[in-house]
Each structure stands twice: as C-alpha cells, then as structure tokens.
Nanobody, 119 residues
Framework: QAPPVESGGGPVQAGGSLTLSCVAS?????????HGWFRQRPGYEREEIAD???????KYSDSVRGRFTITKDYVKDMVYLRMNDLKPEDTAMYYC????????????WGQGTQVTVSP
C-alpha cells in the first residue's frame, strides 16, 4: 500500500485560494479507508484540520471551518482540500493521511506539501 502523495502547495497571497490534492490509491479495499488533512505550522504541533469518512461526512477544526473543504473522489482515488480566504497563519506544511474507517488512528502519511501565505 503506497503512502498518500500530496501536491498543490505553493506561495499565495492572503485572501487567495489553493487546492491541495492527495493521491489515495493502492488500498485493497478502498471503501474501508478514510482520509484526513493535517498541518504543522512553524512553532506548533501537527494538527488535524479536516477529515472525511466513507459516507462523505466531514469534520473540520475550528481554525479552518467555513474556509476549507475536504472532498474525496472514489473513482479517481483522490482526496482534495480546497482552501479559501487564506491567511498568513495558514502557512504550514500540509499532510494527507489515511486511516481504517473503523479506527481513529491514521496509519499512512504523505510527505507533505508546503503552503506559504504572504500578507
């Protein structure tokens, strides 16, 4: 099972938008796996910011709710994070991760993609 692979990060000005992508393929039973997005900001611990289960139900951290949207395309085996109204404090390394849906612990992690938001 290959780890998730993120892409789509980069520099952006405050108020702008980015969409991060995550290749989420290679699972023997893909419906059994759920995905989330995490980020680690400079000086902070890694935090979970979004999660989507196999019923397409989503959860968000307070810091991104209303601005970020997680989606999953089961046909393309892709997970996306649409980020709107970006703020300098959103600057972080963003990670895609997978877990078995019946469990809460994430077991597969990507290498991350950097998002840098300038004022």
């Amino acid at each position: 099972q290959a780890p998730p692979v993120e892409s789509g990060g980069g520099p952006v000005q405050a108020g702008g938008s980015l969409t991060l992508s995550c290749v989420a393929s290679g699972y023997p039973t893909k419906w059994a796996y759920c995905h989330g997005w995490f980020r680690q900001r400079p000086g902070y611990e890694r935090e979970e910011i979004a999660d989507i289960n196999n019923a397409q139900q989503t959860k968000y951290s307070d810091s991104v709710r209303g601005r970020f949207t997680i989606t999953k395309d089961y046909v393309k085996d892709m997970v996306y994070l649409r980020m709107n109204d970006l703020k300098p404090e959103d600057t972080a390394m963003y990670y895609c991760a997978a877990r078995r849906c019946r469990e809460s612990t994430y077991i597969r992690w990507g290498q991350g993609t950097q998002v840098t938001v300038s004022p």
